[in-house]
């Protein structure tokens, strides 16, 4: 089984900076993309970043310049430093990441969540 463990979320002032960590744990093989979504109250869950083993990167564009996905691949973490935060980024923050473990192949493994709220 894998754990994916979030933290960093919080409250922030618009143009304020954040830092979310994820870390995964359990029998774990290898993992593949590693990425963070969002989801505000009445919206769907929507890709934030993501970051392949080799160091790829793919942003939404209303993080473009703004937001960093990176990843260590030593200790299975991934990060998202989030700077000049807007309102409009206020969601529910969730970490993915496809592993494989010693009795499964490549399967997607998503986080508890963490709040991040930006005020205006």
């Not at 989801?39 to 942003?59: C, D, F, H, K, M």
Request: proline share 2%.
């Amino acid at each position: 089984q894998v754990q994916l463990v979030e933290s960093g979320g919080g409250l922030v002032q618009a143009g304020g900076s954040l830092r979310l960590s994820c870390a995964a744990s359990g029998t774990i093989v290898s993992i593949r993309h590693m990425g963070w979504y969002r989801q505000a109250p009445g919206n769907q869950r929507e890709l934030v970043a993501t970051i392949t083993s080799g160091g790829t990167t793919t942003y939404a564009d209303s993080v473009k310049g703004r937001f960093t996905i990176s990843r260590d691949n030593a200790k299975n973490t991934v990060y998202l430093q989030m700077n000049s935060l807007k309102p409009e980024d206020t969601a529910v923050y969730y970490c993915n990441a496809v592993v494989s473990t010693i009795a499964t192949w490549y399967k997607d493994y998503w986080g508890q969540g963490t709040q991040v709220t930006v005020s205006s």
